[in-house]
């Protein structure tokens, strides 16, 4: 046993339940009498809904019930925007069911109910709907001269323009010795949790209380929404989230399905039961990139940067979800990475098309700016002759000048601010660990045929923060047992085991007399949610205040137990302690056994418990470097990785075991991006990618060696724990080590995603002599 | 993603599954591995109203050496049973190299010879592989057997000769010629995806060139595709550097593929020459060591 739980290789709680398929997710909720809905959504990206004919559909044996918009009514509602709420964006929101016109294939147009999915999916076959298609539009470009419009009536496809500026760009710009200016894309594609979305709603007419599972990611978020939606107090809906098989920023987001699946409960009186199938998922579910960046870079001679510039478009798609402008605003909010880039100007661009909205996928915007800035500084380094480690060691934040503000990057009233770091001892570290002077030897065609290159991306990135607090609440029971309830949720990262291990250490007990429940409004009223790798920084530090609060509570009542003053004792391994004296060790399940039998008035109440809520607005910033070496096939285009590494310093690890697993699992999902996936849409804006025979995912069979080094060197001043996040450290630097490391290997210029084969072949055959 | 209705036979013998075959015409289909009817079924992409389901008819899997040296491959034979087949490499190691190509081993375990054959994708191994190889298939129907050829199967994209009230029975492949210079290549996004572009070929030799070959691509257009003119240049030639690079050229001219979302038709193009030649130095370099009977 460590000295402390913090900081052990400890293995998950979860995972038996999660390895073995022993978990209860939502599709495992089965319910007396319980119905079950399929949506039928547009197979138009845009089109005027004339009329929609459900008579054949409802006469369907087994079926239930068939609605509509009509149905809904007066209870209308749109999806709301929660973040980044760029003005003009509210006037580009999703209803729950289309109004009058259908904006992206997969938009939901009614609802079918019935005793099987089976006969559910038969009767949205029955269903008619009599389309009027207009034009659509599918390009940012296009959709910027307003010929065809998204929403008609709004005038424009422009929903929102936010505008970051520090220093003054325009001015170094002037006196630079060096400009450069490139435009970048990053493609879209999104995440694809195991486990696709599902919802069990159940109004219990009786009560009139609402219960729905399969919440996750934000619940009491979802539950404000939906409550107000059905006009239900808070405290009458339910929201659990049962086991979770992954998010990655998409699952548990408020979509339509959110309204539609409990507006059905009420309505019908009856359990209803919707799971997400993965074309539904691809196809409705938020996607997320797609941002396209003319980046402009200004620098000295010897490499000194000195401004940079920004256009940044994000492709919104038809609607504004949840994150509002938050992928394209990120992109902007951290583009000048790591580095000392005193004048920085940007503007971004909200843009919408006829495709499925746009939201977070871990990383979200700063996975691409990565990719913009690290590409651009490789050219600059091949254009101004200089090694390029040197020129990104050269300009590096140091110590010394941390905490470092860079200034007002995002649409909020706190500015960015780089909190703690030793950026060229990770810089240092990670070359050292890839022994990268020694790879420098094999760049270009080798002997076994293909071209060889490395890649380097360094990378900073926001944790925690966001949204201000998490709360936690901590009760002693039978024998010492701790139960600790969490406000937030669990998307499968480990919560269980992490927050177990925060808890035994701050309150003095073993590990094994704690059990962590989370998950569920009725746990606590308010909540935030699990995303920006929050959770421990959050959640996190929300136990400790509450364990700290609950051992002073434990003491005092053992003081009182044992007729001494409290400042003489301490908790150690589940034993209340006087350490420099005789006196023996009193058990904590003794002293709740005595509380709970023979307590008198006087000595008080049998309640040990304590809440306590962690409260910042403070943002943490992780950082670290990816390498890759990859070998490039000239003649097919194939992309080989041959060895990755992933450096990050999380100011100090919980558990070292789970930061690998986030960090790895990370890169994989990075790789695949960058290499793999594409939403693609073809002709009349039909999505092309709606399996996964198309849309292609890393599978066990395509991972490369990966590599990682976690580093404790900077914990956060601003957190009891001195703990950051390290749920997305492992991609942000995929995009931008990758492009690297392919135009090195090839003498090309990587401007755009995905490494597919026929693009690096036409790269190739571009460069003039493949 | 749930199929429309259907109803559902599962015969235990042939007779009565061609008769339930010949009683619902084109409403039937025939269930084998399920591996890409099912998805398609499920996505209501295929709407059979009657699923005849052959996993319980009994004959219709199994290796057998047929009488001249070649192999009779019952229809229902699972792809993981030709590849585990300790045998087949010796008796046909071309088709032996092609198998484990397939999918992951997940979907060889349930997938059928015949299943693959008949679903015709453009982009299948089994398919171009028995066209380059000359093999037979025997089609049974209640008015009794046909025999087609795997050249003549296979008639455009998803397209082949089968009728509505036949099953393939059996795949009939020649016996593997002494000597005989192979190879199988292929490009795919991911291990075990269908290839973007592949090359199934043979050449016999008469000492140092070249007496007959076969070269078929796949993932190239609506069928396997066999480029005779480039079979026409390797004959009579030495598989030097200087033909290689010809059939390649020839190849990547011969070829009209389309484009798709993985790749474009000038990537198969130039990829289906590159293969070919890779493909072709391969067969050479491996010689005739460990080339069967
Ligand atoms: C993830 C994945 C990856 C794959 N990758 C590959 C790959 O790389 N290469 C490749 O070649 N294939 C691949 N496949 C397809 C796989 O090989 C299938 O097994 C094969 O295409 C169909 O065989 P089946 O036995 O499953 O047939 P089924 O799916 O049952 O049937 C397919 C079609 O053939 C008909 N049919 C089947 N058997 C007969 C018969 N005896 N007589 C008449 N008609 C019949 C059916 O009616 C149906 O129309 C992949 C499949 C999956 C799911």
Same mark, same amino acid.
């Given at each position: 046993m460590a000295e402390t739980y913090i900081g052990a290789p400890i293995k998950r709680r979860e995972d038996v339940r999660f390895i073995t398929g022993t978990g209860t997710y939502v599709d495992d909720i089965k319910l007396p009498h319980m119905v079950h809905a399929a949506i039928l959504r547009s197979p138009h990206a845009h089109a005027r809904i004339r009329d929609i004919d459900t008579s054949r559909a409802e006469a369907l044996p087994g079926v239930v019930s068939v609605f509509t918009l009509k149905d809904i009514g007066e209870l209308d509602a749109t999806v709301p925007i929660r973040m980044y709420k760029i003005p003009g964006l509210d006037k580009y929101l999703q209803p729950s069911l289309a109004r009058d016109e259908v904006r992206y294939v997969g938009e939901p147009v009614a609802v079918a109910v019935a005793e099987s999915r089976y006969l559910a999916e038969d009767a949205l076959d029955a269903i008619d709907v009599d389309y009027e298609v207009l034009q659509e539009v599918m390009d940012v470009r296009e959709a910027m001269e307003d010929k065809v419009l998204v929403h008609e009536h709004n005038g424009t496809n422009l929903a929102g323009v936010h505008h970051v500026s520090i220093g003054d760009a325009d001015k170094a710009f002037a006196e630079a010795d060096y400009t450069r200016r490139e435009e970048f894309r990053v493609h879209r594609f999104t995440g694809n949790p195991m486990e696709t979305r599902g919802i069990v709603a159940h109004f219990d007419r009786g009560k009139g209380e609402l219960r729905v599972y399969g919440a996750t990611k934000l619940p009491h978020l979802n539950r404000q929404t939906i409550a107000a939606f059905l006009q239900l107090p808070e405290h009458k809906c339910h929201f659990e989230e049962n086991d979770v098989g992954g998010g990655f920023g998409i699952r548990g987001e408020l979509y339509p399905e959110d309204f539609l699946i409990p507006f059905a409960s009420v309505r019908l009186g009856l359990p209803v039961k919707w799971i997400e199938d993965r074309r539904e998922h691809l196809l409705a579910a938020n996607h997320s990139r797609q941002v396209t960046c003319e980046l402009e870079i200004?620098?000295?001679?010897?490499?000194?940067?000195?401004?940079?510039?920004?256009?940044?478009?994000?492709?919104?798609?038809?609607?504004?979800?949840?994150?509002?402008?938050?992928?394209?605003?990120?992109?902007?909010?951290?583009? &000048?990475?790591?580095?000392?880039?005193?004048?920085?100007?940007?503007?971004? $661009?909200?843009? !919408?098309?006829?495709?499925?909205?746009?939201?977070?996928?871990?990383?979200?915007?700063?996975?691409?700016?990565?990719f913009y800035r690290e590409r651009m500084l490789d050219m600059m380094a091949r254009d101004l002759d200089l090694d390029p480690v040197e020129l990104r060691r050269k300009n590096l934040v140091t110590p010394e000048e941390i905490p470092y503000e860079i200034g007002f990057t995002r649409p909020s009233a706190h500015p960015t601010i780089l909190d703690s770091g030793d950026y060229a001892s990770a810089l240092r570290q990670a070359l050292e660990r890839f022994e990268y002077d020694e790879m420098k030897g094999i760049r270009g065609l080798q002997e076994d045929g293909r071209y060889h290159g490395v890649g380097l991306s360094y990378f900073v990135k926001n944790t925690g923060g966001l949204e201000p607090y998490e709360g936690a609440r901590m009760v002693v029971g039978e024998g010492g047992g701790v139960s600790v309830f969490l406000s937030i949720a669990q998307l499968g990262q480990g919560h269980e085991t992490a927050m177990a291990q925060i808890c035994?250490? +701050?309150?003095?007990?073993? !590990?094994? +007399?704690?059990?962590?429940?989370?998950?569920?409004?009725?746990l606590s009223p308010f909540g935030w949610g699990t995303f920006a790798s929050r959770g421990t920084v959050m959640a996190g530090n929300a136990v400790h205040l509450t364990a700290l609060q609950l051992k002073d509570k434990i003491l005092e009542a053992a003081a009182r137990h044992?007729?001494?003053?409290?400042?003489?004792?301490?908790?150690?391994?589940?034993?209340?302690?006087?350490? /420099?004296?005789?006196?023996? @060790?009193?058990?904590?399940?003794?002293?709740?056994?005595?509380?709970?039998?023979?307590?008198?008035?006087?000595?008080?109440?049998?309640?040990?418990?304590? &809440? +306590?809520?962690?409260?910042?607005?403070?943002?943490? $910033?992780?950082?670290?470097?990816?390498?890759? $070496?990859?070998?490039?096939?000239?003649?097919?285009?194939?992309?080989?990785?041959?060895?990755?590494?992933?450096?990050?310093?999380?100011?100090?690890?919980?558990?070292?075991?789970?930061?690998?697993?986030?960090?790895?699992?990370?890169?994989?999902?990075?790789?695949?991006?960058?290499?793999?996936?594409?939403?693609?849409?073809? =002709?009349?804006?039909?999505?092309?990618?709606?399996t996964f025979l198309d849309y292609l995912l890393p599978t066990s069979t395509d991972v490369p060696p990966i590599d990682d080094l976690v580093l404790e060197e900077a914990p956060s001043p601003y957190n009891p724990l001195g703990v950051k996040g390290a749920g997305e450290g492992g991609i942000v630097g995929t995009a931008g080590a990758l492009g690297n490391a392919v135009s090195n290997a090839l003498g090309i210029e990587v401007k755009d995603l995905p490494l597919s084969p026929d693009r690096v072949r036409a790269w190739i055959r571009a460069r003039g002599d493949g | 993603m749930k199929p429309a209705p259907f109803e559902y036979y599962c015969p235990e013998t042939l007779d009565e599954a061609v008769s339930l075959l010949e009683q619902h015409g084109d409403d039937g289909k025939v269930l084998a591995g399920g591996q890409s009817f099912m998805p398609l079924m499920s996505l209501r992409l295929a709407r059979p109203s009657v699923i005849?389901?052959?996993?319980?008819?009994?004959?219709?899997?199994?290796?057998?050496?047929?009488?001249?040296?070649?192999?009779?491959?019952?229809?229902?034979?699972?792809?993981?049973? %030709?590849?585990?087949? *300790?045998?087949?490499?010796?008796?046909?190691?071309?088709? @032996?190299?092609?198998?484990?190509?397939?999918?992951?081993?997940q979907i060889r375990n349930r997938g059928t010879v015949g299943g693959s054959l008949v679903h015709a994708d453009p982009a299948a191994e089994l398919? #171009?592989?028995?066209? #380059?190889?000359? *093999?037979?298939?025997?089609?049974?129907?209640?008015?009794?057997?046909?025999?087609?050829?795997?050249?003549?199967?296979? %008639?455009?994209? !998803?397209?082949?000769?089968?009728?509505?009230? =036949?099953?393939? &029975?059996?795949?009939?492949?020649?016996?593997?010629?002494?000597?005989?210079?192979?190879?199988?290549? =292929?490009?795919?996004?991911?291990?075990?995806?269908?290839?973007?572009?592949?090359?199934?070929?043979?050449?016999? !030799?008469? /000492?140092a060139n070249c007496a007959d070959a076969c070269i078929t691509l796949f993932g190239v257009g609506g069928e396997p595709v066999r480029v005779e003119k480039a079979e026409q240049r390797l004959k009579g030639a030495a598989l030097d550097d200087a033909t290689l690079k010809e059939v390649e050229r020839i190849v990547s001219e011969e070829l009209e593929p389309d484009s798709d979302i993985h790749a474009s038709a000038l990537y198969r193009r130039e990829v289906g020459g590159v293969l070919t030649r890779r493909a072709l130095r391969a067969a050479a370099e491996r010689g005739t060591e460990g080339n069967g009977a």
């Open positions: 200004a620098a000295r001679k010897d490499g000194t940067l000195l401004a940079i510039r920004a256009q940044i478009y994000g492709d919104m798609g038809a609607y504004v979800r949840t994150h509002g402008g938050l992928v394209p605003c990120s992109t902007g909010a951290l583009l &000048t990475g790591p580095y000392r880039i005193p004048n920085y100007q940007a503007k971004i $661009h909200c843009v !919408m098309t006829n495709k499925t909205g746009l939201g977070t996928l871990r990383a979200p915007g700063r996975v691409e700016s990565c035994a250490d +701050a309150l003095g007990v073993t !590990m094994d +007399a704690i059990s962590v429940f989370h998950g569920n409004t009725d044992l007729d001494v003053d409290a400042s003489g004792l301490t908790l150690e391994d589940g034993n209340i302690v006087q350490p /420099g004296t005789e006196a023996p @060790a009193l058990p904590l399940g003794e002293l709740v056994a005595h509380m709970r039998e023979s307590i008198t008035p006087e000595q008080g109440v049998p309640e040990l418990e304590a &809440t +306590a809520y962690y409260n910042s607005n403070n943002i943490t $910033h992780t950082y670290g470097v990816h390498l890759a $070496h990859v070998a490039v096939d000239p003649e097919t285009g194939v992309l080989e990785v041959l060895k990755y590494l992933v450096v990050e310093d999380v100011g100090r690890v919980v558990n070292p075991l789970m930061v690998r697993g986030q960090t790895v699992g990370a890169a994989v999902q990075g790789i695949g991006g960058v290499v793999l996936e594409e939403l693609v849409y073809g =002709e009349s804006g039909q999505l092309l990618t709606t | 005849v389901d052959l996993n319980r008819v009994s004959g219709l899997d199994g290796i057998a050496a047929n009488g001249d040296g070649g192999l009779a491959i019952g229809a229902l034979t699972r792809q993981r049973a %030709l590849e585990r087949d *300790a045998e087949l490499p010796a008796r046909n190691p071309l088709l @032996a190299a092609a198998v484990p190509l397939i999918g992951h081993f398919p #171009a592989v028995t066209v #380059a190889l000359g *093999a037979d298939f025997v089609l049974t129907s209640a008015g009794g057997e046909r025999v087609v050829s795997a050249a003549d199967f296979y %008639l455009g994209y !998803m397209a082949t000769a089968i009728e509505a009230n =036949e099953v393939l &029975t059996e795949i009939r492949v020649p016996a593997w010629k002494a000597g005989r210079l192979w190879a199988i290549d =292929e490009v795919s996004r991911r291990k075990g995806d269908f290839a973007m572009v592949g090359v199934a070929l043979w050449a016999d !030799m008469d /000492g």
